[in-house]
């Protein structure tokens, strides 16, 4: 059995997307769920967009950035080293993904923030903990473009 990550996304403009997540298990059974942000659409380009929408395998890799296993999305067009890991703020994502607790102005940009990232964080790989492999469905919200 292989789980399922569902990330719905439900607002974006060019800077930042925010949206929820859930791990599904067995029989649907629900795992995990959280707040999920991403930088905004911009046309899937490195480090300053977000991924296409879609359907990718996602697998736990060493991260040599992080110093510690995360897990990494596979087959993106033109992206390599896309992984789940903690942040807070859109600025801090290069094309990843970061999950959080809830939304909160954390600084003083326009922006809303995720909070506790790093405990959300914990919780997920917690959550995956007895997997390698997950498929990973991403969806937007069709009036966002």
């Keep these: 059995m292989i789980p399922i990550i569902k990330i719905h996304r439900d ?6 997307t925010l949206g929820s997540c859930k791990v599904l298990g067995e029989n649907n059974k629900p795992l995990f769920a959280s707040i999920s942000l991403e930088r905004g659409w911009r046309n899937n380009e490195n480090n300053i967009s977000c991924i296409p929408s879609g359907m990718y395998d996602v697998v736990i890799e060493w991260s040599n950035r992080f110093k ?20 807070n703020y859109w600025h801090q994502l290069n094309g990843c993904i970061a999950l959080g607790q809830s939304l ?16 959300t964080m ?14 990973l469905i991403i969806t937007t919200e069709p009036r966002i473009k």
């Design 68 to 87: 510690k296993d995360l897990w990494e999305i596979k087959g993106v067009p033109n992206r390599a080293e896309t992984k789940f890991h903690a942040a």
């Design 122 to 135: 914990d919780a997920f790989h917690q959550a995956l903990k007895p997997y390698k492999k997950a498929i």
């Design 11 to 16: 607002w974006q403009d060019a800077n930042q």
């Design 104 to 119: 909160k102005k954390l600084n003083a940009d326009e922006y809303l923030d995720i909070t506790n990232s790093v405990k």
